[in-house]
Structure formats: structure tokens, C-alpha cells
């Protein structure tokens, strides 16, 4: 079908106005019509909370679920989970079924914040916590402690409440990492990533944008939205 695929390049920059792209390889690139479709990083705990400390995992790509699963399955006993999203909640199941009974803290006063109302997310936390779950509402972290060795033992909390564990998850959100198409229209506000209209176009001649990164409007209120998971 002609298509050539290029595997391990980065794209490092992007001359709009020419219609080329340049790569980590020094290759130049020329197109008529250009998809961006990057997808999403995550956001880490600053190394000032340890959020970069041993036995913290965050979960974004295969390897990271692989490092996770080797992690249980090395003898991990006390699991704390941070955030109360997709990513926290499904690690959370998945813990809980293998029998660590995990804590869950989250800022917001019931799971799933942004897309559950109370009732809903009180009837799934019902479940989580039948399975040996704690969730920690309205609060936030303060620390993830750690030893001498630099491993994470623990996690304490604004109020000064300390989980043990010997297995944290972070799962706090995505970032929208725009370069190197920064000269695109972004929307206005902490939405993030690149601004496009109903038929995903950017402000420049003949380039789109798709998935996690597109901030587009939807159908009826043309509110402008993103997506980081569907």
C-alpha cells in the first residue's frame, strides 16, 4: 500500500509554512498533508514529593504495566494507590484482586471525579471496598516517604496520615506535550494540547490533529474538549 513506516525517529521539527518536517536523524521530510496524532504523556510527582523514588510506578505504556506486574509479583504486600481515574481505579481493581487491599487517595470527594456523579461513585467504591479497598476522599499527598536506599515505604498525606506501602501507583493525569508543532493554534485556558475545528484542522494549511492531543468542539455547544482515554 505504500506506506513507509519509520521506526525509533523522533520528529524534531516542523517547518509549517514549507510543509517539511525534520528528524533526529537529519532527514527532511516533505507532505501535502500532515496528521498529528502523538497522543499523551503522564505527569509525575516532582522529585521534591520522591515522586521519582523506587518502588513509584506510573502506568503509561506497556513496559511501565510489565514493571508493575514484576513489582507484585516480587513479594509487594501494601499497595497505595494515587488518583482517583481511570488508570488509579484500574490499578486499584487489579491490586485489590490480587489481594493487597490498596489504599486510593484522591483530591476529589468521590472517584472518578469528572465523569461520575455521586450516586454512580458510590455504588462502585461500595464494590472496591467489599474487595478490600480504602479510599481516602478530599485529600492530598504531601510526601511519598522513602528509605535510606532511596525506596518508597510510604505516603503521607496533607493531614499528616501516613499509608505504608511497598508499592505505589501514580496515576494523577496526562499531559499534552505539543512540540515540535508549538506555532499551532492551542486553546485558550488549562485545556492543553492543539486547538482544531469539527473536521479536526488546525490553524495551518493541511495539517490535522488527532486523539489525546485535539482539542476539539463538540457537536451541539461546541464547547472545546479533550479526550485522554476514549
Do not use: W
Not at 513507509?4 to 537529519?26: E, F, M, P, Q, Y
Amino acid at each position: 500500500h505504500d506506506v513507509a513506516l519509520k521506526l525509533s525517529t523522533r520528529v524534531t521539527g516542523a517547518d509549517l509554512s514549507a510543509k517539511t518536517l525534520t528528524t533526529d536523524g537529519g532527514e527532511t521530510i516533505s507532505y501535502e498533508t500532515l496528521v498529528v496524532a502523538t497522543g499523551c504523556g503522564v505527569i509525575k510527582l516532582p522529585a521534591s514529593m520522591n515522586g521519582d523514588a523506587e518502588r513509584v510506578h506510573y502506568v503509561r505504556n506497556n513496559a511501565d504495566a510489565l514493571k508493575l506486574c514484576a513489582a507484585l509479583e516480587s513479594g509487594a504486600t501494601k499497595a497505595v494507590v494515587i488518583g482517583g481515574g481511570y488508570i488509579g481505579l484500574e490499578c486499584a481493581a487489579s491490586l485489590a484482586t490480587r489481594g493487597l487491599k490498596p489504599h486510593v487517595v484522591m483530591m476529589e470527594p468521590h472517584g472518578m471525579g469528572r465523569l461520575f456523579n455521586a450516586d454512580i461513585a458510590k455504588h462502585y467504591e461500595a464494590l472496591y471496598e467489599q474487595r478490600g479497598a480504602t479510599f481516602h476522599r478530599s485529600t492530598s499527598v504531601k510526601t511519598i516517604l522513602k528509605d535510606a536506599e532511596g525506596k518508597a515505604t510510604g505516603v503521607e498525606l496533607a493531614d499528616g496520615t501516613v499509608l505504608e506501602a511497598d508499592l505505589i501507583v501514580v496515576g494523577v493525569g496526562a499531559t499534552a506535550p505539543t512540540a515540535p508543532f508549538d506555532t499551532l493554534e492551542r486553546p485558550e485556558g488549562r485545556l492543553g494540547g492543539i486547538k482544531v475545528d469539527g473536521q479536526f484542522r488546525t490553524s495551518a494549511d493541511g495539517v490535522f490533529a488527532i486523539g489525546d492531543i485535539a482539542a476539539f468542539p463538540l457537536l451541539l455547544s461546541k464547547e472545546l474538549v479533550r479526550m485522554e482515554h476514549v
